[in-house]
């Protein structure tokens, strides 16, 4: 009997982490889970480490998934610097979870940045927008708009992926547009770096909460997409954000 109450810890735990984000998956380029972070130094859960330098003063608060950034729309963001791993020739899938409090950027900027690679030549920049208040995807030179409706001041799950030109969507795992015809995706000739919380063009600072942000290098499948929507960084159970407990992104940095 001894044994099982042993076993039974050990295959909690292991079934826990089993469920968690592949982190050995050689398409997975870049993961943010937020929920370790060193001074200014977010780290990448890929195995390319990617790893992200915090901008201004973001919070770390509790997230979908353990912890979650909470960005001030206007100077916090993320920024990766370039490898090549992170551009993107023929395919590419974006995710995060955000809980927005705006789908417009500063000043009325029509778009609001969660994740961007490049302006001229464009790997990929994921918004939500105004006024379709739904999430814009450009890449290549290219770019469209989803049909689904994202709530505000809530937790949702957004995604997006370039395959043979077609720009697919998803928001809370239910595909809400596929629109062929865009331009290819333009490799190696992008060597500008990553951001979370803003894109290059400037004014489309993010404002509101960002987890879990993941991009492969491949298009993933609508199975696989709603099996990551579901997972965390070590398959936590989710969390609600009206329980969130806040600290400034000062008292982090005097951590050590």
């Known amino acids: ?32 889970s937020f929920d370790e972070i060193d001074r200014d130094i977010v780290p990448d ?8 330098t915090i901008a201004g003063a973001p919070e770390s608060v509790t997230g979908k998934f353990g912890n979650a950034l909470k960005l001030n729309g206007e100077t916090d963001w993320v920024e990766v610097p370039h490898a090549d791993i992170l551009s993107v020739e023929e395919t590419v899938t974006v995710m995060a ?30 918004y939500t927008e105004s006024p379709s208040e739904c999430l814009h995807l450009s890449a290549g030179g290219s770019g469209s708009v989803c049909t689904g409706k994202i709530a505000l001041n809530e937790w949702q799950h957004v995604a997006a992926h370039v395959e043979d030109g077609v720009h697919r969507y998803w928001l809370n795992g239910e595909n809400v547009g596929d629109f062929p015809g865009n331009n290819p995706l333009p490799g190696l000739e992008d060597t500008a770096s990553v951001l979370v919380g803003k894109t290059h063009e400037g004014q489309r600072e993010f404002l509101g909460l960002i987890d879990e942000v993941r991009i492969w290098n491949r298009a993933l499948s609508e ?11 070590v398959g936590l159970t989710p969390v609600d954000a009206r329980e969130k407990l806040a600290t400034t992104w000062g008292t982090l940095k005097s951590r050590k």
């Not at 099982?4 to 870049?30: G, K, V, Y």
């Not at 809980?99 to 994921?126: C, D, T, V």
């Open 1 to 32: 009997m001894k044994f099982l109450f042993i076993f039974l810890p050990l295959f909690m735990f292991t079934a826990s982490f089993a469920n968690a984000a592949d982190q050995t998956d050689a398409s997975l380029i870049l993961y943010f």
């Open 45 to 52: 859960h890929s195995q390319y480490a990617n790893d992200g």
């Open 97 to 126: 979870w955000i809980n927005a409090e705006r789908h417009m950027g500063p000043n009325s900027q029509r778009w609001q940045g969660i994740l961007s690679k490049g302006n001229a030549p464009r790997s990929y920049s994921f």
């Open 223 to 233: 199975d696989e997409i709603i099996q990551e929507m579901e997972t965390g960084h």
